[in-house]
T-cell receptor
Framework: DAGVIQSPRHEVTEMGQEVTLRCKPI?????LFWYRQTMMRGLELLIY????????DSGMPEDRFSAKMPNASFSTLKIQPSEPRDSAVYFC???????????FGPGTRLTVT | QKEVEQNSGPLSVPEGAIASLNCTYS??????FFWYRQYSGKSPELIMF????GDKEDGRFTAQLNKASQYVSLLIRDSQPSDSATYLC???????????FGKGTMLLVSP
């Protein structure tokens, strides 16, 4: 079975550009999580979807960040405009039921210059 | 504020020894507790979870939970060089359907 799929794996962009990260959760999982990981702040939850509906977006840093989940098999995280402090590894994770056993994707390493 | 604290390490142990990784959390009503392992450059993977006070064993791994002390630990017996990784403690706070992660403890097992 395929795990969580994320694309792109690496993204290098200039400050001010729009960045879109993509995630395909494991088939049948009804919860999806977007995380950001940095050395300074560790692994932080950005937003959590349950059955395609955003439940908790309190971790989204500011209005420059937005996330959508148009269907059960696809989600996007968009940053517009991007800033150097957004440089991090962004992980998508899915689970069959809320917090229980989250499966993480390989991550997208974002570098904003 | 929901907080999960871990010693950043590195914790260095020789091959075959017991590695003990510790974690404290601030929300006394937290419901469930998870240990994730993250190899360098890779994504976190779940290795253990525990909900009740006491010990839970799975192979070489034992998770220990003490809710009164707000403390959870992970013991790795017969440590192997392949156990060298960062171990993340995660807590499900009361009233939330999400996890709060600690920053992780780096474990180094030397041959």
């Amino acid at each position: 079975d395929a795990g969580v799929i994320q694309s792109p794996r690496h993204e290098v962009t200039e400050m001010g550009q729009e960045v879109t990260l993509r995630c395909k959760p494991i088939s049948g999982h009804n919860s999806l999580f977007w995380y950001r990981q940095t050395m300074m702040r560790g692994l932080e939850l950005l937003i959590y979807f349950n059955n395609n509906v955003p439940i908790d977006d309190s971790g989204m840093p500011e209005d420059r960040f937005s996330a959508k989940m148009p269907n059960a098999s696809f989600s996007t995280l968009k940053i517009q405009p991007s800033e150097p402090r957004d440089s991090a590894v962004y992980f998508c994770a899915s689970s069959l039921y809320r917090v229980y056993e989250q499966y993480f994707g390989p991550g997208t390493r974002l570098t904003v210059t | 504020q929901k907080e999960v604290e871990q010693n950043s390490g590195p914790l260095s142990v020789p091959e075959g020894a017991i590695a003990s990784l510790n974690c404290t959390y601030s929300d006394r009503g937290s419901q469930s507790f998870f240990w994730y392992r993250q190899y360098s450059g890779k994504s976190p993977e779940l290795i253990m979870f525990i909900y009740s006070n006491g010990d839970k064993e799975d192979g070489r791994f034992t998770a220990q939970l003490n809710k009164a002390s707000q403390y959870v630990s992970l013991l790795i017996r017969d440590s192997q060089p392949s156990d060298s990784a960062t171990y993340l403690c995660a807590v499900n706070p009361r009233g939330y359907s999400t996890l709060t992660f600690g920053k992780g403890t780096m474990l180094l097992v030397s041959p």
